[in-house]
């Protein structure tokens, strides 16, 4: 999976965004929405994830996204496939205090912690209880893409009303004007 980021030319970013973003980056939550096939959405949270996301790997996942700096969050690509694994309430009590137990992110003010050790905690989180379903790279790379194709950009002349309208009621240009 070393490859993972060119093969996608994805790009990690700090905070929500909107999708695709102006270069193509989200955060690592909402990249691995479009990555299982859901579709993109905001992700200030935790609990904007689906059930089937592990709460406390999401929540550390969100955190070491936002504390690494723009070249080492990279780093986190690999594990973007890897998120949807939520279990019995007693396996996420049980990663979260495996988490909890190496780093306090229920603190007054979040810890830094280097995202070398940040990512042997979210390996051994994920470690615990079940595992995600396995997705090729190329199943990735193709809702990555699907995913930006439905979001991309519209023209100007999309935007305004009267184009709005003629799109809604089947009026092109070549029809002339409502």
Not at 36 to 52: I, S
Not at 100 to 107: E, S, T, V
């Amino acid at each position: 999976m070393t490859d993972f980021d060119h093969l996608l030319n994805w790009t990690l970013k700090r905070g929500s965004h909107p999708f695709p973003g102006p270069d193509g980056g989200t955060c690592i939550n909402e990249a691995a929405l479009v990555a299982c096939g859901f579709p993109y959405r905001p992700v200030r949270a935790p609990t904007d994830m689906p059930l089937c996301f592990s709460r406390p790997i999401c929540r550390l996942a969100l955190h070491l996204n936002d504390e690494a700096g723009d070249t080492e969050r990279q780093r986190l690509i690999p594990f973007v496939t890897r998120l949807a694994c939520a279990d019995t309430p007693e396996i996420e009590g049980r990663r979260a205090a495996y988490i909890r137990a190496r780093i306090d992110l229920d603190g007054r003010y979040m810890p830094h912690v280097p995202l070398e050790e940040g990512i042997r905690i979210l390996e051994g989180a994920l470690a615990i209880g079940r595992q995600a379903d396995p997705l090729g790279l190329d199943d990735v790379a193709d809702r990555m893409k699907a995913a930006r194709a439905r979001t991309a950009p519209q023209t100007q002349e999309a935007r305004t009303i009267s184009a709005k309208l003629k799109t809604w009621f089947g009026v092109s240009k070549a029809d002339g004007v409502l």
